[in-house]
């Protein structure tokens, strides 16, 4: 198995279980992640058919808006000196920023802030001043429409840049982070098994030797007893004793079997 697709650990059952616990806790999170970002997909798409609807909205009324300031030329000639001099001090439409939170991400409105401020009426236009005021409105709803415009492209920016980060860490997760860790305890638990299969072949040539000794000592003791030789059998029972502390170092040393 390569090891840039398993993490460097010591196989042992604690680190099987830590590994485990990171899958877990990596999962939960590609979940949350991959929520976060279908929310954020999700909004975007909504979005952008605003964007479509208000931008059909601003060229058609771009469009009224300019015929409209053509009639009051019409009427009353040029008149946008008289409407600057008219102008208050103070702005006739004001904007302010708010902040709303979707799925995490903090994301710009901007608004309409304060109520419309009275234009002096403006003096020397008779017939043409229902035209003037025509058109001001109409170029005032193209503002009203422009400043959602603005509001919408820059949600769309900072959405657009928080769903390629959290689309990035899903990614991440899905295609590096969980395969690695379960690479990792597919290693680890492979290495576990190779473990216990040695451990019980060691265990097992262990038993056949004590076997296989244990066989020629009960046939060594026969042969003791069929030949009536005290000191024979004396020997035979002593090496039966030590059977217990042999088997401990056969299980200590099993290179001693060799």
Not at 134 to 150: F, I, P, T
């Amino acid at each position: 198995m390569s090891s840039k697709k398993v993490l460097k650990v010591m196989p042992s059952r604690m680190t099987l279980q830590q590994m485990k616990a990171k899958a877990k806790g990596a999962k939960k999170g590609y979940d949350l992640l991959k929520k976060k970002a279908d929310a954020i997909k999700s909004f975007l798409q909504k979005i952008l058919r605003k964007i479509l609807a208000v931008k059909e909205r601003v060229g058609r009324l771009t469009q009224q808006a300019g015929v409209l300031h053509t009639k009051a030329a019409y009427y009353v000639g040029e008149f946008n000196n008289q409407v600057i001099q008219s102008t208050p001090n103070e702005a006739a439409f004001k904007v302010t920023a708010v902040q709303d939170n979707v799925a995490g991400v903090r994301i710009p409105i901007f608004e309409r802030a304060g109520n419309d401020v009275e234009v002096v009426q403006i003096v020397g236009l008779s017939s043409g001043g229902a035209q003037v005021t025509q058109c001001r409105k109409a170029y005032y709803a193209v503002v009203k429409d422009l400043v959602e415009l603005a509001s919408l492209k820059t949600q769309l920016v900072v959405l657009d840049d928080a769903f390629k980060v959290t689309n990035r860490r899903v990614n991440a997760l899905d295609y590096v982070v969980l395969p690695r860790i379960h690479n990792t305890i597919k290693y680890i638990q492979d290495e576990l098994d190779e473990l216990e299969r040695e451990e019980f072949s060691r265990l097992k040539k262990v038993k056949d030797v004590l076997e296989e000794k244990a066989a020629e000592t009960d046939k060594a003791l026969k042969a003791a007893m069929a030949k009536g030789s005290a000191s024979e059998i004396s020997s035979v029972q002593r090496s039966l004793g030590g059977g217990a502390d042999e088997f401990a170092d056969l299980a200590a040393d099993p290179g001693s079997l060799m």
